[in-house]
């Protein structure tokens, strides 16, 4: 795929897309177009259109929920409304407030590399592991039980993994099982805004439950919406780079001696983690007034896919892009996004990914392939979700 992107940013940037079944787009794929549009939100909005799904999925989620993305999340609003919503919690997230975080996210890291020992170094330890460490964090940020994790988890997968065969529930279309998967999480976080509004804690389970004052609170989708973001977005994107960080170690078995003899080296591999991988493949912008960027000229209703996923191999912005480089410096990915709807828990992602392999490269020696990986099949979040490995623990702590 790497190699169409790179034959893609040198033959055809901005290329036109028509295919079946599907609202014909644009793709952007360089690294310095993405950023133009992202820097005009006025003119590129973040909605109605947000990702790559079939007409038919488009349009039995206006039917039913009124939303042609299928969840009105803080990614496809626009404008003050985005603003104002975003406010809510982005305070809980800027840096001075994350580090707060900082010993509980490093006791986790620890206790899921012990996890990782407890199984004698032989497991997936993608399945086993790195979804679980994230998803704690993110159920602790907004305070849900850990006995829920189990039910988040499946339900984060099915989500974003609606395309793949082996995540679809059984004998249902895709529209089938998106529509039942968002009434599962309908059900989950209803129970989670009724019990913080009696109950209210200091999470941000209650912050979006208690929502705006009068006129200004959010609508039932806006905080659905909401719960959705911070829930799976909060962790599955942070272990897909984590995953594509021990794939790395797996790849490159002298990673985990400079890493543990140079432990600040491990801010800039965290970071390179998250390019390579980025998880998050796409948004779509959709245009309001003309704009000629290069030889094309956007019109009033066209769509345009950001493809993240081949910005973040540019060449004329990361030299040897297709190289995992540990110590890769400067590295501005777009794996975050860029402009206003820039990913709102990025310090919090980059924390937790930086504790864990600091934990891992203290107990761990040496990580080998053990099978085959298993990537999800989807066009919009992605990563790996089987990764087999042999590990081999260091005989101090």
């Not at 012990?114 to 998803?135: H, K, N, S």
């Not at 066209?302 to 990361?318: K, S």
């Amino acid at each position: 795929m790497q190699a169409f992107f790179t034959w893609l940013r040198a033959e055809h940037p901005i290329a036109r897309v028509e295919a079946e079944g599907y609202r014909p787009f644009w793709v952007v794929t360089r690294h310095a177009d993405i950023r133009e549009i992202e820097r005009q939100p006025a003119i590129f909005n973040a909605g109605p259109r947000n990702t790559l799904l079939p007409i038919a999925a488009e349009e039995a989620n206006m039917a039913l929920f009124g939303v042609e993305a299928g969840f009105e999340t803080l990614v496809v609003l626009d404008g003050e409304r985005h603003y104002e919503l975003r406010q809510m919690t982005q305070d809980y997230f800027l840096p001075k407030n994350v580090r707060r975080l900082e010993g509980m996210v490093d006791n986790l890291a620890a206790a899921f590399v012990d996890r990782l020992m407890a199984t004698g170094g032989r497991c997936d330890i993608a399945a086993d592991i790195v979804f679980w460490y994230p998803l704690r964090v993110a159920m602790t940020v907004l305070g849900i039980d850990e006995a829920n994790e189990a039910r988040m988890l499946k339900l984060t997968h099915e989500l974003f993994g609606a395309s793949d065969p082996a995540v679809r529930r059984p004998g249902m279309s895709l529209v089938e099982h998106s529509i039942a998967v968002k009434r599962d999480y309908i059900a989950f976080f209803d129970e989670i805004t009724q019990d913080r509004r009696a109950n209210p804690r200091d999470d941000v389970s209650t912050i979006i439950a208690r929502g705006l004052p009068n006129e200004h609170d959010l609508s039932p989708e806006e905080r659905l919406g909401y719960y959705v973001i911070v829930a799976t977005a909060g962790h599955d994107t942070t272990a897909a780079s984590i995953a594509a960080g021990i794939q790395a170690l797996i790849d490159q078995p002298d990673f985990i001696a400079a890493l543990r003899e140079d432990p600040a080296l491990v801010k800039s591999f965290a970071n390179e983690a998250i390019r390579f991988c980025a998880p998050v493949k796409h948004f779509f912008r959709n245009v309001t007034a003309e704009y000629t960027l290069g030889d094309v000229t956007f019109r009033p209703g066209d769509h345009i896919m950001l493809h993240y996923g081949a910005a973040t191999r540019d060449e004329a912005v990361f030299p040897d892009a297709q190289t995992f480089r540990i110590d890769r410096t400067p590295n501005n990915h777009l794996a975050f996004g860029y402009g206003p709807h820039q990913c709102l828990g990025q310090f919090l992602a980059k924390m937790e990914i930086e504790a864990f392999f600091r934990a891992l490269v203290r107990r761990v020696d040496r990580i080998e392939a053990d099978g085959a990986p298993a990537y999800t099949q989807a066009t919009f979040v992605t990563g790996l979700r089987g990764l087999p490995v042999r590990c081999s623990f260091a005989s101090v702590a």
